[in-house]
């Protein structure tokens, strides 16, 4: 797993409008784990490319009808079969954390990349979910100095009484040991 010009080369490339520069393209400082679902808890389908891409149908779902509008994204999606989907480059700022805080400083996605996994709060995630996140957070560490596994979150850590993601059905202490496993060969 490579990053060329802050796109992972693993990953199927979906160009999201929603983003802008972040104020500090060198301050790449933090990641925060998200889950999404579309609609929630079902995974199958396009919807949340069309979300992030500003197309999705209104009249598709009832659920649609109050999200369609909203201008959001991430820079990475991993989704239930451990395929990713990268929308916006990791030097550009993604629209993901909204109002939140980490150690005192707001704005979150000035600094943050943002990864969403296929899921809902309520629901396991996949063991290739696992092992993709692990390959994923252990290549931009690699690559963008001032981040560090001790600046990993939540969004419900950044955004507490807001947001609940990714939920309790995330299993930390998995994703650290695996994080800090040998890597995966370079074909993995
Ligand atoms: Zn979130």
Known sequence: M???????????????PNYDDRPDPDDV??????????????????????????CLDPNAHP???????LKVSAHLLIRRDGSIRQYVPFNRRAWHAGVSK???????NDFSIGIELEGGISVAYTDVQYRRLADVCRTLLANYPTLSSQRIVGHSDIAPGRKTDPGPFFDWSRFHELLNSNPESPAG
Not at 102 to 108: L, N, V
């Open 29 to 54: 400082s933090l990641l925060v784990i998200h889950c999404i679902s579309l609609p929630p808890e079902q995974f199958a389908g396009d919807y949340i490319d069309q979300l992030f891409c500003n």
């Open 2 to 16: 490579i990053i060329r010009d802050h796109y992972l080369s693993s990953a199927c490339q979906v160009a999201s």
């Open 63 to 69: 659920y649609f009808q109050d999200i369609h509008q």
């Open 102 to 108: 980490y150690q005192g400083r707001e704005r979150c």
